[in-house]
């Protein structure tokens, strides 16, 4: 079905990639569950290994319902083509891994996801690859932690948990006049609210996990490639070998043929089709966790027990005037996190909720809530602890689609238990 370039997010999240007809009529994609492929002769596998068919050979390499869903994310980002993996941390790993050889170095906002705090800091440091971290706010930070060696810039969308919103815009300028792509983690925003691609970021990343399944049943990760950067500059010539096989898909084809493949990092179909069915209600759902963010961002900041709140929706939050500008005034992502009065206060607190969920995720049409510094954080020095601005104090909150008041209500008698 061809796709309707004007038509609003709202359709595009339900139509987008459609293809009814090849599905004899089914109108959500099969589950292609099979490990592998079948082939009629031995010549059209061989031409299919030359990348002459376009048929599937095995599952950790395509996958028929896999490919629905990178069709769609594509889509829905404004990318060229993209490749869905296991999770958000192999979407990463893989985004960041085609991209570095030992010696090189990497430059990343430092309000970063946990575990790609871990896997920049500590992880990528083992083969030799250094990463520079900054304020991804400080443009002039990012430019001087530039140097010969460096192969790429790499933010989040909304920076979890500090919630700071890199002004996208101006640290692709910064990143392409050094000649150096930019990688977005645009899990907390989603396409709904921001589509880093279109204000000039060259690679986005997602943990499906969270928001574009939304309903906290699946794990999954996508790269997807904006497709015009010039890997011609100098900094690239691994790339070029690429550059000559898929010409503006050469960063996807690498990601995909030396890594995805090669580290086995494969999306389990189910995982792609529960995917696909939230995808469907992205754009209701989206609407409603902001609207509902507000509510309780605005609720929280009357409870005398609440020392304070950071959410970039508020008069005097520091990003707030880059989110006005960036998500068009849809919202401030639906994330936020807050201060009682300290580690017992916020355990009294999670333990007196009656309806919000206590656990380690976010983006789910539920709501949920978490004490990184006991939690996530725990291994963590207390020195790097306070760098991430993660304190004993603090609750992160990830706001549901459930009735605000009611949300409202739970937080209300569970700060009653204080
Ligand atoms: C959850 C998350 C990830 C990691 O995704 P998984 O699917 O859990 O591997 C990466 N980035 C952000 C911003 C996340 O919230």
Redesign the pocket.
Same mark, same amino acid.
């Given at each position: 079905m061809s796709m309707k370039k004007n038509w609003n997010f709202y359709t595009r999240v339900i139509h987008e990639a459609q293809s009814p007809m090849d599905w004899q009529g089914s109108t959500l994609p099969p589950i292609f569950q099979t490990a592998s492929h079948l082939h009629s002769t031995a010549q059209n596998l061989s031409e299919t290994f030359a990348g002459k068919t376009g048929d599937h050979i095995y599952m950790r390499l395509t996958n028929p319902t896999n490919n629905v869903l990178e069709r769609k994310l594509a889509g829905l980002e404004g990318g060229r083509g993209a490749v869905v993996m296991a999770?958000?941390?192999?979407a990463?790993t893989n985004a960041c891994m085609a991209l570095l050889r030992a010696g090189d170095e990497f430059v990343a906002g430092n309000s970063l996801?946990m575990?790609?705090y871990v896997l920049f800091a500590n992880v990528f440091k083992k083969y030799g690859i250094t990463v520079h971290f900054v304020e991804s706010t400080d443009l002039g930070a990012i430019g001087e932690a530039i140097n010969g060696r460096t192969r790429f810039v790499y933010v989040?969308t909304i920076g979890?948990p500090k919630m700071d919103v890199p002004d996208i815009e101006a640290v692709a300028a910064v990143a392409h006049e050094h000649g150096l792509p930019l990688l977005v983690?645009n899990?907390?925003a989603t396409p709904y609210l921001c589509r880093p691609l279109e204000l000039g970021a060259d690679v986005v990343i997602h943990?499906?996990?969270?928001y574009l399944s939304g309903h906290g049943d699946a794990? $999954?990760?996508v790269v997807i490639d904006r497709g015009d950067f010039d890997w011609s500059g100098g900094r690239f010539p691994d790339l070029a070998p690429f550059v000559e096989r898929k010409e503006d898909l050469a960063y996807l084809d690498k990601v995909w043929r030396e890594h995805h493949i090669n580290f086995g990092t494969t999306q389990a179909p189910l995982h792609s089709y529960l995917t696909i069915l939230g995808l469907d209600t992205l754009a209701i759902r989206m609407e409603r966790h902001l609207a509902n963010a507000w509510k309780v961002a605005a609720f929280l900041k009357d409870q005398p027990e609440v020392r304070w709140i950071n959410y970039p929706g508020m008069a005097n939050h520091p990003c707030r005037e880059t989110a006005d500008k960036q998500f068009s005034g849809r919202g401030f992502g639906a994330v936020l996190t807050f201060g009682l009065r300290d580690q017992d206060a916020c355990f009294r607190f999670i333990d007196g909720l009656e309806m919000i969920y206590h656990l380690a995720n976010? $983006?789910d049409c539920k709501s949920l809530v978490i004490h990184p510094y006991s939690s996530q954080y725990l291994s963590f020095t207390e020195e790097t602890r306070s760098a991430l601005s993660i304190t004993p104090d603090l609750i992160r909150l990830s706001v549901g689609i459930e009735a605000a008041e009611d949300i409202c209500a739970d937080i209300r008698q569970a700060l009653d238990r204080l």
């Amino acid at each position: 079905m061809s796709m309707k370039k004007n038509w609003n997010f709202y359709t595009r999240v339900i139509h987008e990639a459609q293809s009814p007809m090849d599905w004899q009529g089914s109108t959500l994609p099969p589950i292609f569950q099979t490990a592998s492929h079948l082939h009629s002769t031995a010549q059209n596998l061989s031409e299919t290994f030359a990348g002459k068919t376009g048929d599937h050979i095995y599952m950790r390499l395509t996958n028929p319902t896999n490919n629905v869903l990178e069709r769609k994310l594509a889509g829905l980002e404004g990318g060229r083509g993209a490749v869905v993996m296991a999770s958000g941390m192999a979407a990463i790993t893989n985004a960041c891994m085609a991209l570095l050889r030992a010696g090189d170095e990497f430059v990343a906002g430092n309000s970063l996801f946990m575990s790609t705090y871990v896997l920049f800091a500590n992880v990528f440091k083992k083969y030799g690859i250094t990463v520079h971290f900054v304020e991804s706010t400080d443009l002039g930070a990012i430019g001087e932690a530039i140097n010969g060696r460096t192969r790429f810039v790499y933010v989040e969308t909304i920076g979890n948990p500090k919630m700071d919103v890199p002004d996208i815009e101006a640290v692709a300028a910064v990143a392409h006049e050094h000649g150096l792509p930019l990688l977005v983690d645009n899990t907390l925003a989603t396409p709904y609210l921001c589509r880093p691609l279109e204000l000039g970021a060259d690679v986005v990343i997602h943990s499906t996990t969270k928001y574009l399944s939304g309903h906290g049943d699946a794990t $999954g990760g996508v790269v997807i490639d904006r497709g015009d950067f010039d890997w011609s500059g100098g900094r690239f010539p691994d790339l070029a070998p690429f550059v000559e096989r898929k010409e503006d898909l050469a960063y996807l084809d690498k990601v995909w043929r030396e890594h995805h493949i090669n580290f086995g990092t494969t999306q389990a179909p189910l995982h792609s089709y529960l995917t696909i069915l939230g995808l469907d209600t992205l754009a209701i759902r989206m609407e409603r966790h902001l609207a509902n963010a507000w509510k309780v961002a605005a609720f929280l900041k009357d409870q005398p027990e609440v020392r304070w709140i950071n959410y970039p929706g508020m008069a005097n939050h520091p990003c707030r005037e880059t989110a006005d500008k960036q998500f068009s005034g849809r919202g401030f992502g639906a994330v936020l996190t807050f201060g009682l009065r300290d580690q017992d206060a916020c355990f009294r607190f999670i333990d007196g909720l009656e309806m919000i969920y206590h656990l380690a995720n976010l $983006g789910d049409c539920k709501s949920l809530v978490i004490h990184p510094y006991s939690s996530q954080y725990l291994s963590f020095t207390e020195e790097t602890r306070s760098a991430l601005s993660i304190t004993p104090d603090l609750i992160r909150l990830s706001v549901g689609i459930e009735a605000a008041e009611d949300i409202c209500a739970d937080i209300r008698q569970a700060l009653d238990r204080l």
